[in-house]
């Protein structure tokens, strides 16, 4: 069962009069509450599509470090990066924090950020580059790591984000269809515990006539989305993407972490409510977090 990290807040937005701080951040619109992820042994995986970053110049790179810092998780999966250099002046903001950055990508680029005293970085590789059609020139970021605490575990991480719109439907299905071979392919040669994070760019709550990832909901016995419950819900306030309002941010797992995800958290973070101008000045997306202990 699906439970929620912390109390969802609509009642509107909230601002903040805290002080900005020695890193010289604007912390003026970034409320106090927004909550710590972090949790002692366990593994926070966040996923989000920054929108075209930084989406309004150095507001966007000092509000997301923000944000970053106090939400604390050990790795984000981020989509959208317009400028790699104004993204590693983020980055050099984030002590304790390593990269990985896709160098293959023609536009919008995937990075990684996970936390270095938890997480040990063992490869990376770019998937699917022969299919850029598929996957809209954007190949999937592949990561192999370790988690270091108590139960330490190996799992491999894909950061994706796939086409959307226009004839976006055909060419996301051949993408989970490629997808869906190579990671049972990968399975079966002995690669364990694997998560596919990203902005997958349709909603899975679908009718499956019109679902890009059929395939994948048709196979319970191999994976499941860690989404499932929050993009089926009655009310649209855990949406990922609210304009349309839709939640095509997804987690998927592998079969070897249907244990771990029995007793994980999963819940859309509503930076909005926290944040005053969200989506002008940071993303038209919201962050998705899954987090477990090993």
């Known amino acids: 069962m699906i439970r929620s990290l912390f ?3 609509i009642t509107g937005v909230f601002i903040s009069c805290a002080v900005p701080t020695e890193d010289e951040t604007n912390y003026s619109a970034i409320n106090s509450s927004l909550p710590d992820l972090n949790w002692e042994d366990g593994i926070e995986i966040v996923t989000w599509n ?3 970053f930084p989406k309004a110049g150095q507001q966007t790179i000092d509000s997301v470090a923000i944000i970053l810092k106090i939400l604390n998780a050990d790795i984000y999966c981020l989509q959208e990066i317009s400028s790699e250099s104004e993204f590693m002046q983020l980055a050099e903001r984030l002590d304790g ?7 293959v990508t023609e536009y919008l680029n995937l990075a990684i950020l996970y936390r270095s005293g938890s997480i040990t970085l063992r ?19 592949r990561t192999e790591m370790t988690f270091l605490g108590d139960k330490s575990i190996d799992f491999t991480l894909i950061n994706l984000h796939l086409k959307c719109c226009n004839n976006g439907f055909n060419r ?3 993408s989970a269809e490629l997808l869906y071979s190579y990671l049972l392919e990968s399975s079966a040669a002995g690669v364990v515990n694997q998560i596919v994070v990203g902005d997958w760019n349709d909603d899975i ?3 499956p006539s019109v679902n890009s990832f059929t395939i994948f909901l048709n196979d319970t016995l191999n994976f499941s989305f860690m989404t499932w419950d929050l993009a089926n819900a009655e009310s649209d306030v855990f949406d990922s993407y609210p304009g349309y309002p839709s939640f095509i941010d997804h987690i998927l797992i592998s079969s070897d972490l249907f244990d771990e995800a029995g007793s994980g958290d999963v819940q859309t973070m509503r930076l ?15 962050p998705v977090v899954w987090r477990f202990k090993p």
């Open 7 to 9: 109390p969802v807040l």
């Open 50 to 52: 920054i929108e075209n």
């Open 97 to 103: 924090y390593n990269i990985v950055y896709s160098t």
């Open 123 to 141: 490869n990376q590789t770019n998937l699917f580059s022969d299919y850029s059609y598929e996957f809209a020139s954007r190949p999937p970021l």
């Open 172 to 174: 996301r299905v051949a």
């Open 205 to 207: 709550s679908d009718n």
């Open 272 to 286: 909005g409510d926290y944040i005053s101008n969200y989506d002008e000045l940071i993303s038209d997306h919201r």
